[in-house]
């Protein structure tokens, strides 16, 4: 089954309701958005689902971090919710203004995007000045293949160059591969973080430039 990329595009209030542990007492309040999320699992379920929404109730702690949580709902796919869970337990949110703990429930619509495999060409870069001057030197028509050459050389800004063949997307992360897969075949993306690198890619079509 092909995996497919998720991805977090919005927490819609749902039914918010704050539980004041300490008093017992139910109140209507508004929840901040978080300020911290984490990357959700890939997705292995059904083929034809373009978006997820999973109901979530958790406990809302004084700093913000969350000590407790439940899937309300389902996916359908019971690993994916577990993995899931575990991952929306690192969200972040603002301390709440009460500084008091509380129960939080949450709709967090994913979006799906299917996985793709794709040849690529990459040239990395350990300093963002060098990636963007090389990034002018290709918009005036610089050769994305001789550069990706001439680091094997040892005379070129980038630290490497790579062709990679068939290669998922979802090797990438998710902000990468959502880039790698808008991009149109024989173009290249302006320069982007990974791993504390700084990557231009090339997308190929069919074959990838000879060695």
């Not at 542990?21 to 300020?35: D, L, S, Y």
């Not at 407790?68 to 869970?85: E, F, H, I, Y």
């Not at 290669?167 to 302006?190: N, V």
């Amino acid at each position: 089954m092909k995996a497919q990329i998720v991805f977090i595009t919005s927490l819609l209030a749902l039914a918010l309701f704050v539980s004041h542990v300490m008093t017992g007492c139910t109140t209507q309040r508004e929840v901040a958005a978080p300020i911290k999320t984490t990357e959700l699992p890939v997705f292995e379920g059904e083929q034809d689902k373009d978006h997820l929404e999973l109901s979530v109730l958790f406990l809302l702690a004084e700093d913000g971090s969350i000590e407790d949580l439940k899937m309300v709902g389902t996916s359908g796919d019971a690993g994916w919710d577990s993995a899931a869970a575990d991952s929306i337990k690192n969200w972040h949110f603002p301390p709440p203004s009460d500084s008091e703990k509380k129960w939080v429930r949450r709709t967090v619509r994913v979006e799906i995007i299917p996985a793709e495999i794709l040849n690529i060409g990459e040239l990395i870069f350990q300093d963002s000045n060098d990636a963007d001057l090389i990034y002018s030197r290709l918009r005036a028509g610089a050769s994305f293949e001789r550069l990706v050459r001439e680091t094997r050389q040892g005379n070129a800004l980038a630290s490497e160059g790579r062709f990679r063949a068939d290669i998922e997307t979802t090797e990438y992360p998710i902000e990468i591969s959502l880039i790698l897969i808008e991009l149109e075949e024989g173009k290249f993306s302006r320069p982007v973080e990974m791993g504390g690198k700084f990557v231009i890619f090339k997308r190929y079509g069919d074959f990838l430039p000879g060695e």
